[in-house]
């Protein structure tokens, strides 16, 4: 596992180790950064801050583990105060990212609950603009990801509840957050490459994030009559522990990334400073855009 930071430059083929042909095939759904098995890089020892977002307050769904716990670092890193979202069987994972996320010296908060509910959306946003005195930055990043080889077995629950994670509580969220952010405000959805390159047997979960992708594009062009950017991130095959509590078929997780022309999967700790930039004021000119971070397979 590479220990430079993100300024260090690096033959990115061989950054991180992309040995998993030992994994911990034994993760729950919902799966807990605790047990991921190689562990991931989400910037603990390895992202620098310089205060690009200092003084701002950010809200990151699932903000305990995976692409959201590296996205809290570097936030609190660049001086934001931050509330992460996770679900209550995810406490653990939480916790362990609060802990650092207060290292930074900024103001923190865990809300533990369920966003396929509305009511909990709303009171998740109204709690963290309470907490912070403001809300200036929203992450819509918790995901639901469980892989389905046949079409046959992708249960109407499955699909219902998939949806209802990954699209309708954006919507609410954003619904609630809006009349709240000023103007200048960055709201990020985490999309994927699956939603230009969709994968068998990740049908559902294909399927929204290609509604996140559309939802980006047009809540840009709806909330920028406020002054408020939306703009999306879309990671390619990144360690994270979906993958490992049904994300992927086990068969797929040994090689998992290498299929990519970089040659290896994607770390947590790589997809910060995109999330960073597109809420900085550094992007002020950017929205209704979506920011790949795919190994090279590349949006269209």
């Not at 603009?129 to 639901?144: H, Q, S, T, W």
């Amino acid at each position: 596992m590479s220990k430079q930071d993100q300024y260090t430059m690096t033959d990115p083929r061989t950054q991180y180790d992309s040995d998993h042909t030992h994994y911990n095939s034994d993760q729950p759904d919902p799966a807990l950064d605790k047990k991921l098995d190689p562990s991931a890089d989400h910037g603990e020892t390895t992202y620098r801050g310089s205060e690009r977002l200092k003084g701002r307050k950010a809200l990151i769904t699932g903000g305990d583990s995976g692409i959201g716990r590296a996205v809290a670092i570097a936030f609190a890193r660049e001086g934001a105060d931050v509330v992460i979202n996770y679900l209550p069987s995810e406490k653990v994972d939480g916790e362990s990212t609060l802990e650092i996320l207060k290292e930074a010296g900024v103001s923190a908060k865990g809300i533990a609950g369920d966003i396929k509910e509305e009511d909990f959306c709303v009171s998740l946003v109204d709690e963290a603009k309470g907490f912070l005195g403001g809300l200036d930055i929203v992450v819509n990043n918790a995901g639901k990801q469980q892989f389905v080889e046949d079409i046959e077995n992708l249960t109407t629950e499955q699909f219902r509840t998939t949806f209802e994670t990954n699209v309708f509580a954006m919507f609410w969220i954003t619904k609630a957050a809006a009349k709240y952010m000023p103007p200048g405000g960055s709201i990020i959805n985490s999309t994927s490459i699956q939603s230009y390159q969709p994968s068998p047997g990740l049908l559902d979960y294909a399927s929204t994030k290609g509604a996140i992708t559309s939802f980006t594009k047009s809540c840009a062009k709806m909330l920028i009559e406020k002054g408020i950017r939306v703009n999306g991130v879309a990671p390619g095959p990144i360690w994270t522990p979906i993958q490992q509590s049904g994300g992927q078929a086990p068969g797929k997780l040994p090689n998992f990334g290498e299929n990519t022309p970089i040659g290896r999967v994607g770390q947590p700790a790589e997809l910060a400073p995109a999330y960073v930039y597109l809420a900085s004021q550094e992007s002020s000119y950017v929205t209704a855009e979506i920011l790949g971070v795919t190994g090279g397979k590349h949006l269209p």
